[in-house]
């Protein structure tokens, strides 16, 4: 255990909460930059809907296994230096984009690189703080996503307004740059050199330091991430079932998936292109004469990262076999993640289009972004970290508290964002946006802080980039999408986010589902840390008693 003094441990928690809200902004900076993407690039709602969640989702998810198994066994702190530098970098490149195409290439560089962001962040902060802090230090770290949200609108659309006025009436702009290019550069170049901060300041701590027994050290961390993207990932993954002497029907399950995938892209792609009138369904490219359009672009993609996401599922099955009870097989688990799924897809699509639809039914203005962005980090930031202590609250008074807890809140959050869809008031719509930004992240601390508590140590990482997978695969590859989807077929944009917001009930159910096995998912993960202590100590002190895993 190393011996730091008793404030540093927060002021790694304040650094790694920085580098989220890092990632937010240049996540969340296509939102205000919406309106010009369109203009400049003639993109249509499903378009922005593609660039805001499907193509950074993709490869977040794609990579977010293997880089959150390399923070498992790797330096956590120079796994996130690295992806820090490489999503800042790949957001400065968006700003040099001249088409869809290569913007769009440049925000699958932004997903890869923040896939390896929070499992590590997750994994540090499990070894600085005691498991009885957990859900409150996880909701202060989520506070990173509604600064990072909020900066992301304030600052992008205060780029864009004093680039517009500094050379909108026939100044030259700098190397010919519009604002929104700007815009993208300018919240990109400073996250390469808050790198070298993480690299100076913050320390490894020893692994599991405040569990009873640290887990073993991963000789081969490299190897190890290596292999799990080649799982994913064929002709690997069927390699990788010919390592394992898998069962003629495990290959048979793998066709399966890949058949599946298949299907899903055919009907899906032809369904969206059925309802889109020709203007709206805009041709990218063409390949032998085959149309490529932006809902081949988005069904193919899902497809992928379903595909690839049930590859890895099967590989953990066969190849860990405490990965699979705790988090593949888990019932808990998958009904926590179905939860945070629609979730993350009702945030994501409201979200999404915030400022599309205040600058297009309300005629609000860029000068509107900061107030925004003003609302989202007070508000945001407010919930997030009064729902730290509530949701831990409510866990001591009741054991399915953090769930119900979820429940209650997201209920507020889309009430909320009814009034603030449905008024023709902009003063009612900043007062009802600030209502639902204050309850809509209060689900993150308490749901990442559920599936930590299910799992062992060393899959700290591991649990959080799975339970991601829902979140970012439904939530953030569908959620803007749809919500774009349906404004081009409709005409209406209220409409179409007002859907979106109708998938509270299932968000609950699923709680209500995982609370029923929520008791016995926590005892899985105590009794296989006693089988794992058992086999590192002596039988004297093999199993350790659940008071003294309690710090």
Known sequence: MT??????RWYVLFILTLIYAFSYVDRQIVTILAPYLKKDMGISDAQLGLLYGTSFALFYCVFGIPLARLADGWSRVRTLAL??????????????????AQLGVARIGVGVGEASATPAAVSLLGDYFERARRGTVLALYSVGVYVGAGASLAIGGSIVSWWEHTY?????APFGLSGWQASFIGVGVPGILFALI????IREPMRGRLDAVPPKKDPHPFAHALRDLGAMVPPWSWMHLGKRNAAPREYVRNATYLLLAIILVVLATMGTNHVLSASRNVQIGSVFGFAITSNLIQWLAIAIAVYVCSNWYQATRLGDPSAHRLITG?????AVTVAGA????????????VFVYASRTLGLTAEAGLRLGIIAIIAGGAGITISGYLCDLAKRKHPFGRLYFVCFTASFFTAASVVQYLTHSATV?????AVATFFVPMWFGPLQATTQDLVIPRLRGTAFAAFSLGPNIFGLGLGPYCVGLLSDASGDLRFAILCALGVLPISVMSLLVASRSLLDGEAAA?????????????DEVAVVPEHQLIH
């Open 3 to 8: 011996h730091e003094r008793p404030w540093y």
């Open 83 to 100: 992806g820090l530098s490489f999503w800042s970098l790949m957001t400065a490149m968006s700003g040099l984009s001249r088409n869809f």
């Open 168 to 172: 909108g009436k026939g100044v030259s």
């Open 198 to 201: 993480v690299l100076l300041t």
């Open 330 to 334: 888990s019932k808990t688990f998958a």
């Open 342 to 353: 629609f979730l993350a897809f009702a945030m994501n699509a409201v979200n999404g289009f």
């Open 429 to 433: 719509f900043y007062c009802a946006y």
């Open 526 to 538: 105590r009794a296989e840390l006693a089988a794992v202590d058992a086999t590192l100590v002596d």
